[in-house]
Nanobody, 117 residues
Framework: VQLQASGGGLVQAGGSLRLSCVVS????????MGWYRQAPGKQRDLVAT???????NYADSVKGRFAISRDNVKTTVYLQMNSLKPEDTAVYYC????????????WGQGTQVTVSS
């Protein structure tokens, strides 16, 4: 299983970006796909997740601004980011995992998001 993330870039505060992550290879069910981010000198934190059934979960810091979605046919997960703030600046990583099998946990290569003030 391989994950390929794209869509990062430089944007001004208040702007928007849309991240995409394509999953290659067979992923089982149930599964959870999501986005995490890591700012310089900080740990990797959850941004948002979505199950194959469509249940979503968001970090409090992005609720109301970010929206996660997925296309199960294309095995692609998206993150629409609106009203971006400088504190959203980080490397964003996509993830695919089985909720009950720890070894089934795959990461993409990361895409940089930089929000200027």
């Amino acid at each position: 299983v391989q994950l390929q993330a794209s869509g990062g870039g430089l944007v001004q505060a208040g702007g928007s970006l849309r991240l995409s992550c394509v999953v290659s290879g067979r992923i089982g069910s149930p599964n959870v796909m999501g986005w995490y981010r890591q700012a310089p000198g900080k740990q990797r934190d959850l941004v948002a997740t979505i199950t194959n059934g469509g249940t979503t979960n968001y970090a409090d810091s992005v609720k109301g601004r970010f929206a996660i979605s997925r296309d199960n046919v294309k095995t692609t997960v998206y993150l629409q980011m609106n009203s971006l703030k400088p504190e959203d600046t980080a490397v964003y990583y996509c993830n695919a995992k089985h909720p009950y099998i720890p070894s089934y946990n795959y990461w993409g290569q990361g895409t940089q998001v930089t929000v200027s003030s």
